[in-house]
């Protein structure tokens, strides 16, 4: 979680992202500034890995991850990848180097992708 000077750096008063948000390994730019909307959800997002590892189904290692941007179409990412499904859910990586998961988004739910503030950078 972003301490609370952070989070204000971060988060605009209308609750939307100031920064761009970036890949943290490749600087590859997710979400231009304004783009989505903070939401505090609890969300199991497995371990930093390359994509193919995050679709073969097994029980990974994780973080509990409460701090997200909450984007409502998928084509408002300026770069961003979906792993395979891995049950009613796709993981969110960078399109650009793979690594992930940056984010979460529920098949059930087709206007919520969640990218987490602490898998990615903001400039």
């Known amino acids: 979680m972003e301490p609370a000077e952070q989070l204000s750096e971060l988060v605009s008063a209308e609750g939307r992202n100031r920064k761009a948000v970036l890949c943290q390994r490749c600087g590859s730019r997710v979400l231009q ?8 959800r609890q969300l199991f997002l497995p371990s930093m890995r390359k994509k193919p590892a995050l679709a073969d189904g097994s029980n990974p290692d994780g973080d509990l991850l409460q701090d997200h941007w ?54």
Request: negative net charge; proline residues 3%; aromatic residues 12%.
């Open 70 to 123: 909450l984007v409502n179409d998928m084509f408002t990412f300026e770069n961003v990848g979906f792993t395979k499904d891995v049950g009613n859910i796709k993981f969110l990586v960078c399109a650009d180097c793979e690594i992930g998961p940056i984010g979460w988004h529920c098949l059930d739910d087709k206007n919520s992708f969640y990218v987490a503030l602490e898998r990615v950078s903001h400039e």
């Open 33 to 40: 500034p304004g783009a989505a909307l903070f939401s505090r």
